[in-house]
């Protein structure tokens, strides 16, 4: 197994523990800025997009992943690792934590992109929920801002939503 | 800046509960009102006049979850006439052509007919739940029609506070066999025999029961064997402690056992006409209570009160008549902690002679209950300096409904009016959001109103103030009144044109018995289009047009005013005009 940097990573750790331990094949995740993860098979099946390469054979070159960077990765073999190897409330415990280390907005979507792209939907949902949460109560403009988005309605258009949700739907 | 696949924000979204998100989330850009709309699933209307039911489905097409809610407030105390309007059937045959995958329909306020109940047990082929809270006009055929039509799914038939006309019980026959989906079952308010056998087998039937909430013409018995079959019920509605109680000396040992066993009981309610020696049964369940509803059990006095809720150590919500009196108030303080919401209602029956009920009581439990942020009180009397320590003792109110019998009664101790008490009330409270007046007000109360209650929804008066200043500190100072409504107060033209820049920014004003004035209500409604301002006039002889200025001068009995955006109504009575 390589890995572009000295350091082993938590995730490079658990995969070779699990892979070791099971005797199951290995599968090689190289990141889009070059960095690779070796992953047991059963973790790395968890991203229905990696798990129908392996049943399509198609994975001894190793997986490249061009929208994936890294350390994104690295979060999110994190995550499937734990939730591959942990009772139900020690995983309770452990998804507060790294929901709680993807405070910056930037991660969190990286996360979420990331576990589109790989359709690892547990992953996805806790990630989307994380981001609800965290919109809850916000205004308008607050949440464009969160979410880096411009807005495009025409003065007219957007005070006669406004005035529709207030009057119909609040 | 981020950019997320639509089917990104469709997942977000679909963990985005609360309507006022997704308001929010609607304005945010162009796709992202389109991806909101398609995605809302359970849609709120708070008044059924202020959007046609075509443009709901035009927006939300993918809804599966409709809430209605029809006449105002006032309604419950009788102030609206009969045939006013908020009918159901235009909703329901909006929903029949555009959505046919509704799965809940929950209606409050409304007129809902036989007719209507058809429509929907033939429309929605995946219905599961239905939810009538305070209507009328339907009877116990309808009924038959939704239990037989909506079979498959129907998990939850909920009739809390309605009026239903009793054509027969034939209805409880009607759901399905060999088994129902239901989870909840609620007929409390029904008026009218049941089929005994006919309702334990139904329940029989229906493994899923969670909550059953049975009327009181239900024996005791029936009720005792049908909670033996029930293990999984969170929620019961006792049937009569008279009926089929002293059917037999062996009956008291299964009925508690029965009890005993309910281990996932909760929230009991009923009790029609229990009394104290019949409680017993159910001190075994007291201790997972969060839940209990004595506010129908006129005949139980105040030490076997005290003696059940001794044990409630978990409740969380507590509804109760005032024969529980101060004593009994003071147990609830010391024994409950938890609590959260107390309503104490007026005895109608005076069976007892009346154990005092005093401002002593509510502030005993301001001062035990330390989570109390719901009260609703009935009393005769009320100080402020009780007010002021109740303020002081909870300053987390949300609603704070005080009801003090006789109108205008002034602090008892002072011959004073009430305004300083409330005042306290609204400076403690920073998170209330509903608030009844009572007793003697005068225009200050309203100044402290619009100075402290900042995040005021909703504001009952009745019987209060001096002159038009009181109704104006409040449209001034309240920016974030959603409903007013007000009875019998001196409020005039004066006050009603003042509030003109606050009335699209609120959804409903009410007036009864004021004194504003028919040229004053078609003033407002000449400069504000978008406001339906109706008046309504039972019994009132035809206007007259031709004399102007004495129509004009004419006392408004009733108004009503709400923002729209579906224009004027159509189905208006002939009693209702709407300027």
Redesign the interface.
Same mark, same amino acid.
């Given at each position: 197994m390589s890995s572009s940097s000295d350091e082993k990573k938590p995730a490079d750790d658990a995969a070779d523990a699990a892979a070791a331990a099971e005797d199951e094949q290995v599968v090689m995740l190289r990141s889009c800025d070059g960095e690779e993860f070796a992953v047991g098979a059963s973790v790395a099946k968890m991203s229905g997009m990696v798990s129908n390469m392996i049943d399509d054979d198609c994975v001894d070159g190793g997986v490249q992943l061009p929208m994936v960077k890294g350390h994104v990765l690295a979060r999110v073999l994190e995550y499937l690792n734990k939730k591959h190897g942990s009772a139900a409330e020690e995983f309770t415990n452990f998804k507060a934590e790294f929901f709680a280390t993807l405070a910056d907005r930037e991660a969190l979507f990286d996360v979420i992109l990331a576990a589109n792209f790989l359709h690892t939907q547990d992953l996805l949902d806790d990630a989307c929920q994380c981001a609800a949460d965290r919109i809850r109560g916000k205004k308008v403009q607050e949440i464009r801002d969160y979410f880096g988005i411009v807005n495009d309605f025409t003065p007219e258009e957007e005070e006669e939503i406004r005035k529709e949700n207030a009057w119909a739907f609040d | 800046?981020?950019y @997320?696949?639509e089917?990104?924000v469709e997942? #977000? +979204?679909? @963990? %985005?509960k !609360?309507?006022?998100?997704r =308001?929010? #989330?609607? +304005? %945010?850009? *162009?796709a992202?009102?389109h991806i909101e709309r398609l995605n809302r699933g359970s849609? +709120? %209307? =708070?008044n059924c006049y202020?959007?046609r039911p075509e *443009? %709901?489905h035009s *927006?939300f097409p993918r809804m599966r979850s409709l809430t209605v809610k029809g006449k105002p407030h006032f309604a419950d105390f009788n102030l609206v006439p009969a045939g006013w309007g908020a009918m159901a059937l235009p909703w329901v045959d909006a929903c029949a052509r555009a959505c046919p995958g509704l799965e809940e329909l929950r209606l409050k306020r409304m007129v809902v007919t036989d007719e209507c109940l058809k429509l929907v047990a033939h429309s929605f082929a995946n219905f599961k739940s239905l939810v009538l809270v305070s209507c009328e006009g339907f009877s116990t055929l309808g009924l038959a029609t939704i239990a037989t039509n909506c079979s498959v799914f129907l998990k939850e038939l909920d009739l809390e506070e309605s009026v239903v006309k009793y054509r027969g019980h034939h209805w409880l026959n009607c759901f399905p066999k060999p088994s129902t989906s239901l989870e909840t079952l609620n007929f409390a308010c029904l008026a009218g025999e049941v089929n005994a056998h006919a309702l334990e087998k139904l329940v029989e039937r229906s493994p899923n029961l969670k909550s059953l909430r049975l009327n009181r013409l239900v024996p005791f018995d029936v009720m005792a064997r049908m909670l033996a079959r029930t293990p999984k019920l969170e929620d019961l509605g006792t049937g009569s402690f008279i009926q089929g109680f002293n059917a037999g000396v062996g009956l008291h040992l299964p009925v508690f056992n029965a009890f005993r066993r309910s281990r996932s009981l909760k929230s009991l309610s009923g009790f029609w006409d229990a009394a104290g020696l019949h409680f017993q049964v159910i001190y075994s369940v007291c201790k997972n209570l969060t839940c209990l509803n004595l506010s129908y059990a006129p005949f139980i006095q105040s030490a076997d009160l005290i003696n059940i809720i001794r044990q409630c150590t978990k409740l969380r919500t507590l509804w109760v008549l005032d024969n529980i009196g101060d004593e009994g108030l003071k147990v609830v303080a010391s024994s409950c902690a938890e609590l959260e919401e107390l309503r104490v209602f007026p005895a109608r029956t005076a069976v007892h002679p009346r154990t005092a009920l005093t401002e002593e009581g509510l502030v005993a439990i301001s001062s035990g209950c330390r989570k109390l942020n719901t009260v609703l009180y009935f009393c005769e009397r009320m100080t402020n300096a009780a007010l002021i320590a109740i303020a002081k003792n909870c300053p987390q109110f949300t609603s704070f409904r005080l009801c003090i019998m006789e109108p205008r009664s002034a602090d008892p101790m002072t011959g004073q009016p009430l305004d300083e008490g409330f005042g306290a009330i609204v400076q403690s409270s920073k998170g209330l959001r509903r608030l009844s007046l009572s007793g003697l007000l005068t225009d200050n109360v309203f100044l402290y109103i619009g100075m402290y209650a900042e995040k005021l929804e909703m504001l009952s008066v009745a019987f209060a103030g001096d002159t038009d200043n009181g109704m104006i500190y409040v449209l001034n100072g309240c920016k974030n009144l959603k409903k007013l409504e007000i009875r019998d107060s001196p409020f005039g033209d004066a006050a009603l044109l003042a509030g003109m820049q606050r009335y699209e !920014?609120m959804r409903s004003l009410w007036m009864s018995s004021c004194n504003i004035t028919l040229g004053g209500c078609k003033s407002l409604a000449a400069s504000m289009p978008s406001v339906n301002v109706e008046v309504i006039d039972e019994g009132a002889s035809s206007i007259d047009e031709a004399d102007e200025d004495a129509n004009n001068a004419r006392k408004v009995r009733k108004l009503y005013l709400y *923002?729209?955006?579906a224009g004027p109504r159509g189905d208006a009575p002939g009693f209702v005009s709407v300027l």
């Amino acid at each position: 197994m390589s890995s572009s940097s000295d350091e082993k990573k938590p995730a490079d750790d658990a995969a070779d523990a699990a892979a070791a331990a099971e005797d199951e094949q290995v599968v090689m995740l190289r990141s889009c800025d070059g960095e690779e993860f070796a992953v047991g098979a059963s973790v790395a099946k968890m991203s229905g997009m990696v798990s129908n390469m392996i049943d399509d054979d198609c994975v001894d070159g190793g997986v490249q992943l061009p929208m994936v960077k890294g350390h994104v990765l690295a979060r999110v073999l994190e995550y499937l690792n734990k939730k591959h190897g942990s009772a139900a409330e020690e995983f309770t415990n452990f998804k507060a934590e790294f929901f709680a280390t993807l405070a910056d907005r930037e991660a969190l979507f990286d996360v979420i992109l990331a576990a589109n792209f790989l359709h690892t939907q547990d992953l996805l949902d806790d990630a989307c929920q994380c981001a609800a949460d965290r919109i809850r109560g916000k205004k308008v403009q607050e949440i464009r801002d969160y979410f880096g988005i411009v807005n495009d309605f025409t003065p007219e258009e957007e005070e006669e939503i406004r005035k529709e949700n207030a009057w119909a739907f609040d | 800046m981020a950019y @997320f696949p639509e089917e990104v924000v469709e997942q #977000i +979204l679909g @963990f %985005v509960k !609360s309507h006022h998100d997704r =308001n929010a #989330i609607s +304005l %945010v850009c *162009r796709a992202w009102y389109h991806i909101e709309r398609l995605n809302r699933g359970s849609v +709120l %209307v =708070n008044n059924c006049y202020a959007v046609r039911p075509e *443009r %709901v489905h035009s *927006r939300f097409p993918r809804m599966r979850s409709l809430t209605v809610k029809g006449k105002p407030h006032f309604a419950d105390f009788n102030l609206v006439p009969a045939g006013w309007g908020a009918m159901a059937l235009p909703w329901v045959d909006a929903c029949a052509r555009a959505c046919p995958g509704l799965e809940e329909l929950r209606l409050k306020r409304m007129v809902v007919t036989d007719e209507c109940l058809k429509l929907v047990a033939h429309s929605f082929a995946n219905f599961k739940s239905l939810v009538l809270v305070s209507c009328e006009g339907f009877s116990t055929l309808g009924l038959a029609t939704i239990a037989t039509n909506c079979s498959v799914f129907l998990k939850e038939l909920d009739l809390e506070e309605s009026v239903v006309k009793y054509r027969g019980h034939h209805w409880l026959n009607c759901f399905p066999k060999p088994s129902t989906s239901l989870e909840t079952l609620n007929f409390a308010c029904l008026a009218g025999e049941v089929n005994a056998h006919a309702l334990e087998k139904l329940v029989e039937r229906s493994p899923n029961l969670k909550s059953l909430r049975l009327n009181r013409l239900v024996p005791f018995d029936v009720m005792a064997r049908m909670l033996a079959r029930t293990p999984k019920l969170e929620d019961l509605g006792t049937g009569s402690f008279i009926q089929g109680f002293n059917a037999g000396v062996g009956l008291h040992l299964p009925v508690f056992n029965a009890f005993r066993r309910s281990r996932s009981l909760k929230s009991l309610s009923g009790f029609w006409d229990a009394a104290g020696l019949h409680f017993q049964v159910i001190y075994s369940v007291c201790k997972n209570l969060t839940c209990l509803n004595l506010s129908y059990a006129p005949f139980i006095q105040s030490a076997d009160l005290i003696n059940i809720i001794r044990q409630c150590t978990k409740l969380r919500t507590l509804w109760v008549l005032d024969n529980i009196g101060d004593e009994g108030l003071k147990v609830v303080a010391s024994s409950c902690a938890e609590l959260e919401e107390l309503r104490v209602f007026p005895a109608r029956t005076a069976v007892h002679p009346r154990t005092a009920l005093t401002e002593e009581g509510l502030v005993a439990i301001s001062s035990g209950c330390r989570k109390l942020n719901t009260v609703l009180y009935f009393c005769e009397r009320m100080t402020n300096a009780a007010l002021i320590a109740i303020a002081k003792n909870c300053p987390q109110f949300t609603s704070f409904r005080l009801c003090i019998m006789e109108p205008r009664s002034a602090d008892p101790m002072t011959g004073q009016p009430l305004d300083e008490g409330f005042g306290a009330i609204v400076q403690s409270s920073k998170g209330l959001r509903r608030l009844s007046l009572s007793g003697l007000l005068t225009d200050n109360v309203f100044l402290y109103i619009g100075m402290y209650a900042e995040k005021l929804e909703m504001l009952s008066v009745a019987f209060a103030g001096d002159t038009d200043n009181g109704m104006i500190y409040v449209l001034n100072g309240c920016k974030n009144l959603k409903k007013l409504e007000i009875r019998d107060s001196p409020f005039g033209d004066a006050a009603l044109l003042a509030g003109m820049q606050r009335y699209e !920014s609120m959804r409903s004003l009410w007036m009864s018995s004021c004194n504003i004035t028919l040229g004053g209500c078609k003033s407002l409604a000449a400069s504000m289009p978008s406001v339906n301002v109706e008046v309504i006039d039972e019994g009132a002889s035809s206007i007259d047009e031709a004399d102007e200025d004495a129509n004009n001068a004419r006392k408004v009995r009733k108004l009503y005013l709400y *923002r729209t955006i579906a224009g004027p109504r159509g189905d208006a009575p002939g009693f209702v005009s709407v300027l």
